[in-house]
């Protein structure tokens, strides 16, 4: 374990977009051919935070339009333009669904609020962490599952190496890309990104982008 540890952090700490972009050309020419059309790699990276993490988690299965004016309405509730907890757990749940969010998600927000202020999730303490063991921290949270753990991971954490392979977004993006005739399944998808390795997160991004998405959170 070690050593895997070791290993992720050598290579984050020396992650090089040219290199990223020369190896995802060299590898695939049509993942070269929306390189090319798409331009430069300009991710947009988030905080690591209790916000984001909540972002992340009113963003499960809702269209990306939907889901902004929901976290919209919820960053003005919640008073000074920032999310805590503490922020959160003031707003009553019946605010909370006025805004918009599910009972389903109002419990996981309010839980993971809860769980923060105990000092259950240490956000700082995830970045020294290899990808697997950020998963297994914050999927012991109910209502965070790997989907939400890959977009902390790729936009918060800055992991180069990432493969939301559930997201539909990126099956619809592959699905047009590289001429599927269904939705890939997300078995397919990770067997077709084994070639993008070690820079799956870039790959991932440029896919998002050919749909015109705004890339995650």
Do not use: N
């Amino acid at each position: 374990m070690g050593r895997t540890r070791s290993r992720e952090l050598s290579f984050r700490r020396c992650f090089s977009v040219r290199r990223a972009l020369a190896h995802l050309k060299a590898a695939d020419p049509v993942m070269g051919g929306l390189i090319e059309r798409l331009g430069p790699y300009r991710i947009q990276y988030s905080p690591l935070a209790f916000q984001t993490l909540a972002k992340a988690i009113v963003l499960q299965q809702l269209s990306g339009k939907a889901a902004a004016k929901i976290f919209s309405r919820l960053l003005e509730a919640g008073g000074d333009g920032e999310l805590t907890p503490a922020a959160l757990l003031r707003l009553p749940p019946a605010r909370l669904r006025a805004l918009g969010l599910s009972r389903q998600k109002i419990a996981y927000l309010r839980e993971l609020a809860r769980r923060t202020l105990a000092g259950e999730l240490d956000f700082q303490a995830l970045e020294e962490l290899p990808d697997q063991e950020v998963a297994g921290r914050l999927t012991a949270f109910k209502g965070i599952g790997l989907w939400t753990v890959h977009m902390l991971l790729i936009f918060a954490l800055r992991r180069p190496d990432v493969m939301p392979s559930g997201d539909l977004g990126i099956r619809a993006a592959v699905r047009r890309a590289y001429g599927y005739s269904e939705l890939p399944s997300p078995a397919e998808v990770e067997r077709l990104a084994e070639r993008w390795r070690p820079y799956r997160s870039v790959a991932s991004w440029y896919l998002w982008r050919s749909l015109e998405d705004q890339a995650g959170l």
